[in-house]
């Protein structure tokens, strides 16, 4: 069952091509989407204005070399593998649903595209199909139960909705209603036609909500990662001081290192010593 492909079992009703045409639009909706709330929020130019200051006021020069490894760190610590998050759990989660989403999403438009007209579909896709779709929820699911902010630290309960979850609440129908469907378009269930349109909706809420929604931080966070970086290489820093160095003699006599200039070095795990449940 988790082996066919249920878009190909729906091209008996639906046409390959209506099925093509639903995710060129999608694709068309984040776009659109996306350059709308770039436009909105103004992140684009807030974006390049802080790159020029940043560029303008630089202490050091960035070579071209230098400039490739930030790029190539900030890909490998902040977007493959999310390293920003200081929560593991919420580390593993985010990269439980980003993943399981890429899967899922790569893995329908090359069924939809190029097994919907009659060619056999590899049981392999299929499978990663639904393992993309599983991945969303077990990620998605812990995040929105268990990890949440609001409802792991402040005592909100679970189901108090804000704009901000639109994304999150999207994905997560879109995944679960297209596991549903899959498996009762691939057994014959009279429902999977019920299935179908709620599925549809979801997912059209999905990428259609983008201006509304969280979905087009995605594609912010790596450029504002990669200009963070940067701005440590120029020795800007986003006009913050740098860390400071107990060890260093010089940052020991700073006046605001003064209630701390005969600390000892480890202090303990401090706030972090246990979760902040005290709601």
């Given at each position: 069952?988790?082996?066919?492909?249920?878009?190909?079992?729906?091209?008996?009703?639906?046409?390959?091509?209506?099925?093509?045409?639903?995710?060129?639009?999608?694709?068309?909706?984040?776009?659109?989407?996306?350059?709308?709330d770039i436009i909105h929020?103004?992140?684009?130019?807030?974006?390049?204005?802080?790159?020029?200051?940043?560029?303008?006021?630089?202490?050091?020069?960035?070579?071209?070399?230098?400039?490739?490894?930030?790029?190539?760190?900030?890909?490998?610590?902040?977007?493959?593998?999310?390293?920003?998050?200081?929560?593991?759990?919420?580390?593993?989660?985010?990269?439980?649903?980003?993943?399981?989403?890429?899967?899922?999403?790569?893995?329908?438009?090359?069924?939809?595209?190029?097994?919907?007209?009659?060619?056999?579909?590899?049981?392999?896709?299929a499978q990663l199909w639904?393992?993309?779709?599983?991945?969303?929820?077990?990620?998605?699911?812990?995040?929105?139960?268990?990890?949440?902010?609001?409802?792991?630290?402040?005592?909100?309960?679970?189901?108090?909705?804000?704009?901000?979850?639109?994304?999150?609440?999207?994905?997560?129908?879109?995944?679960?209603?297209?596991?549903?469907?899959?498996?009762?378009?691939?057994?014959?269930?009279?429902?999977?036609?019920?299935?179908?349109?709620?599925?549809?909706?979801?997912?059209?809420?999905?990428?259609?909500?983008?201006?509304?929604?969280?979905?087009?931080?995605?594609?912010?966070?790596?450029?504002?990662?990669?200009?963070?970086?940067?701005?440590?290489?120029?020795?800007?820093?986003?006009?913050?001081p740098k860390p400071a160095?107990?060890?260093?003699?010089?940052?020991?006599?700073?006046?605001?290192?003064?209630?701390?200039?005969?600390?000892?070095?480890?202090?303990?795990?401090?706030?972090?010593?246990?979760?902040?449940?005290?709601?």
């Open positions: 069952m988790f082996s066919v492909n249920p878009f190909a079992e729906l091209s008996g009703t639906i046409s390959p091509v209506i099925m093509q045409w639903y995710v060129v639009i999608m694709a068309i909706f984040v776009a659109a989407g996306t350059l709308f929020k103004g992140s684009a130019r807030y974006f390049f204005e802080n790159w020029r200051n940043s560029k303008a006021q630089a202490k050091k020069e960035v070579g071209g070399g230098e400039a490739i490894g930030v790029a190539i760190n900030t890909v490998a610590h902040d977007v493959l593998t999310s390293g920003e998050f200081c929560n593991q759990k919420r580390r593993i989660a985010h990269l439980l649903t980003m993943y399981g989403f890429i899967l899922h999403l790569v893995m329908t438009a090359i069924m939809v595209f190029g097994y919907t007209g009659g060619a056999a579909t590899p049981a392999y896709m639904y393992l993309g779709a599983a991945m969303v929820c077990v990620g998605g699911y812990w995040f929105w139960f268990f990890i949440r902010v609001d409802v792991a630290a402040e005592g909100n309960p679970w189901n108090r909705i804000v704009r901000a979850d639109l994304f999150i609440l999207s994905l997560l129908a879109s995944c679960t209603l297209a596991i549903l469907w899959g498996l009762a378009q691939s057994s014959g269930s009279p429902g999977s036609m019920i299935m179908l349109g709620l599925y549809l909706i979801a997912t059209t809420v999905l990428f259609g909500g983008v201006p509304w929604s969280k979905f087009s931080h995605m594609f912010f966070k790596p450029a504002a990662a990669f200009e963070k970086r940067m701005s440590v290489a120029n020795e800007t820093r986003n006009n913050l160095d107990r060890t260093s003699a010089e940052d020991r006599d700073r006046h605001s290192m003064e209630l701390l200039k005969d600390a000892p070095l480890d202090m303990g795990l401090g706030i972090k010593r246990e979760q902040p449940r005290h709601y």
